[in-house]
């Protein structure tokens, strides 16, 4: 069977037209499928939800936050670096946290990320450190003390509170003689003070035999007599 021009010019017309709404159908049916995607949540890693911004039954915007979710590998510190010690913290070689609950045990940490801005509350600066190798006992909310290592150190000796000797403004330490059992009193130079120690800067050298108690009922050229280790634990 024959068709005239016109009638095929139709036919191939009309055609045309509904391959067209295929097309459209299959635009709108992946759209749909996209925006059914929309209300599964999937988390991109493993972690824990840290807080919920949504309630049930509620209206979301596109892109409005649901729920906050904490990464478990990838631990971070976040501290707030007052303005003077923003040079000390990004000319530091390396640095290291210790935890709260676990006290004398240090963890390699690295920075990450330091904020070019200060939070306009409490004037900090946010920095994160990466966590480089996580204790087993680390938890999400955990508080940590953070150390740097300077490239331009001085090493110093800490030594109990009990160990310094306060006359007037001049701190001084009891050195004890090892050969002949006597103390001398010796200025030091305080680079720091803690809640129970004090980093000498000066004034003492290494392997010097310091008095760490009954510092004050001591008198120049006393003898005294270092307890044994066993008694030095107990105590």
Known sequence: MAFV?????????LASTALARVDQARSQLSSAENNLAYTVLS??????????????????????????????DELEIVVGVPEHRLKVVRAAQGASFELWSDPGRRHAAKLRELSPSADPVTRTYAARFSVLEPPEFIGLGMTATLGFERPDATPVAEVPLSA??????????????????????RPVTIARWRDDTAAILSGVKEGELIATAGVHKLETGQKVKPLPPQQQAAR
């Open 164 to 185: 310094i000797f306060q006359r007037g403004t001049q701190p001084a330490v009891w050195v004890v003689n090892r050969d002949s059992g006597t103390v001398e009193l």
């Open 43 to 72: 988390a991109d890693a493993a972690g824990v939800v840290t807080a919920v911004q949504a309630e049930v039954g509620q209206v979301m915007a596109q892109g409005q936050g649901v729920v906050r979710l904490a990464r478990l």
């Open 5 to 13: 021009p016109q009638t095929l010019d139709q036919r191939q017309s």
